[in-house]
C-alpha cells in the first residue's frame, strides 16, 4: 500500500479553518479548531495509533507503543492546529509551483511573492513549492508540522522492522495567541521528554527563546473647554504618546534581530479623559526583562511628577527562556543535530524570536526543544512551504526515532 506523502496530508489540512482569536479565555479560543481536531483523531486511528482521545479542550493525543523489550526513552512530538490571526485563515487555496525558476511568483493582481522583498525563496529553486493565493496565510505554521509527525508515524506504522520506543503525539490548540500548553496533559501525553516541530527553514534547531511578557499603560486625564484649557487640561491621548517618546526607539521589533529584545506597541487607543498602550516586551535574559519593566516604571514616574498622578503601568508574564531546562538535557539536541546529518541536511542552531509550546512544556517537565518544520513568510499571505522541505522534515523525525533506539 503506498504511503500519503507529508505533502498530501498538509494539502488537506490547510484547508480546514483553524484561526485561533486573542483575548479568548476558553480554550480553544475559537469553535472551528474542532474541526482540524476530529479529523486529525479520525486519520491516527485510522492508521493504527493507539490510544488516540480528544480532549475536552481539544488536545487530540496518540501513541505507537514500543515494539522492542528493550527499555528505551518515550519520545514526543508536538504541533499545534491554530494559524495565526495576523492574516485571514479562510478560505485557504494552496496550489503548488512546480520546480521554481528563482522569479517572483503572482499570487493574485496585488500580492506578489518576490525575491526582492522574500529572499529566502532564492534557496528553493528547482524546488516545487506551495503557495496561497494571496489572500490568505497558508497554514505552514504549523500544519507542516502536523503532516510531517503524521507522515512520521505512519511510515513507523508500516515498518515494523524498526525497533523503538514509546512514540507519543499531541497536537494543540491556540499556540498562536499564548495559550497552546495551558490544557496540556502532560501525564497523559506520556512522554519523558518532547519536539515540537513548529519553527522554519529546514535544519533549524532552537532550544532557547524569548521571555515573553506584556504591559498595560493607562492615562487618566482631565477634560475641560479647550478654550478655557491653559495650565488646566490634562490630555490623555498627548500624555499617552509622551510615554511611548520615552520607550528605546532603537528597540523595536523593525529595529532589532538575533539575540536583541525589544518593545512592540501593539494596540493603542485614547481620548483626553483615558488613553490605553498595549506592549509586548521580549528579552532573552531575565535580568534584561527586568530591566525593560523598570524602564517603563520609571518613563511612568517621570510623567506622573509632572502630569499629576495620571499614568499606570500593569506587567504580565507570558512564557520563559526553555534554555534552562534544556542545557540539563542537551542530548535531545545532539540527537537532533546527527538526525538532519543523516538525511543530508545541515542544521543551525537559532533563538527563537518568539514562543513555541515546547517553551512552556519544558516548565511543566516535558524537556522539548523546537525543530523546524519547513514554512516561510509565517504569518503572512505570502507564507510559503517546500514540497521537498515536507519530505525531508519527515525524514528526519524518522531518524531520530531510529536513532532513540540505536
Not at 166 to 178: A, L, M, W
Amino acid at each position: 500500500m503506498k504511503l500519503e506523502s507529508a505533502a498530501e496530508k498538509f494539502l488537506r489540512y490547510v484547508v480546514v479553518w483553524t484561526t485561533s482569536e486573542e483575548n479568548v479565555m476558553v480554550i480553544p479560543s475559537t469553535p472551528r479548531q474542532w474541526n482540524l481536531a476530529r479529523l486529525l483523531m479520525k486519520e491516527m486511528q485510522t492508521m493504527g495509533i493507539s490510544n488516540v482521545t480528544l480532549s475536552e479542550n481539544c488536545y487530540v493525543y496518540g501513541e505507537i507503543p514500543a515494539n522492542t523489550e528493550e527499555k528505551l526513552p518515550a519520545v514526543g512530538f508536538v504541533a499545534h492546529m491554530d494559524t495565526a490571526p495576523d492574516a485571514p485563515g479562510y478560505p485557504v487555496k494552496p496550489r503548488i509551483v512546480s520546480n521554481y525558476d528563482g522569479g517572483a511568483i503572482v499570487l493574485n493582481d496585488h500580492v506578489t511573492l518576490d525575491p526582492e522583498h522574500s529572499p529566502s525563496i532564492t534557496r528553493y529553486i528547482g524546488e516545487d513549492l506551495i503557495v496561497t493565493d494571496g489572500n490568505t496565510l497558508l497554514g505552514a505554521d504549523d500544519k507542516a508540522g502536523i503532516a510531517e509527525i503524521l507522515a512520521m508515524a505512519e511510515y513507523i506504522l508500516a515498518h515494523p522492522e524498526i525497533k523503538h520506543g514509546k512514540i507519543c503525539i499531541g497536537f494543540t490548540p491556540d499556540e498562536e495567541v499564548g495559550r497552546g500548553p495551558d490544557a496540556f496533559d502532560v501525564e497523559t501525553f506520556g512522554a519523558d521528554f518532547g519536539y515540537t516541530v513548529d519553527g522554519g527553514t529546514i535544519g533549524e534547531i532552537e532550544y532557547e527563546n524569548f521571555n515573553a511578557a506584556s504591559a498595560d499603560v493607562t492615562v487618566k486625564g482631565f477634560l475641560i473647554h479647550p478654550g478655557s484649557a491653559k495650565d488646566i487640561m490634562k490630555n490623555a491621548s498627548t500624555i499617552a504618546m509622551e510615554f511611548d517618546r520615552m520607550i528605546p526607539q532603537s528597540e523595536r521589533p523593525e529595529t532589532s534581530e538575533g539575540y536583541e529584545g525589544y518593545y512592540y506597541l501593539q494596540e493603542m487607543s485614547g481620548t483626553t479623559i483615558e488613553a490605553k498602550l498595549h506592549y509586548i516586551m521580549r528579552d532573552f535574559e531575565l535580568e534584561g526583562m527586568e530591566a525593560r519593566k523598570e524602564l517603563m516604571r520609571n518613563a511612568a514616574k517621570v510623567l506622573n511628577e509632572r502630569f499629576g498622578d495620571c499614568v499606570t503601568v500593569t506587567f504580565k508574564d507570558s512564557y520563559h527562556n526553555m534554555k534552562e531546562k534544556i542545557l540539563p538535557h542537551i542530548e535531545l539536541i545532539d540527537a537532533a543535530k546527527a538526525a538532519f546529518t543523516s538525511c543530508g541536511v545541515e542544521s543551525f542552531i537559532n533563538p527563537c524570536r518568539g514562543g513555541t509550546d515546547g517553551a512552556t512544556l519544558s516548565f511543566m517537565g516535558l524537556p522539548c526543544p523546537n525543530l523546524s518544520a519547513g514554512g516561510e513568510n509565517m504569518h503572512s499571505v505570502t507564507e510559503y512551504v517546500s514540497v521537498q522541505s515536507l519530505e525531508k522534515m519527515t525524514d528526519v523525525l524518522i531518524a531520530i526515532v531510529k536513532n532513540l533506539a540505536e
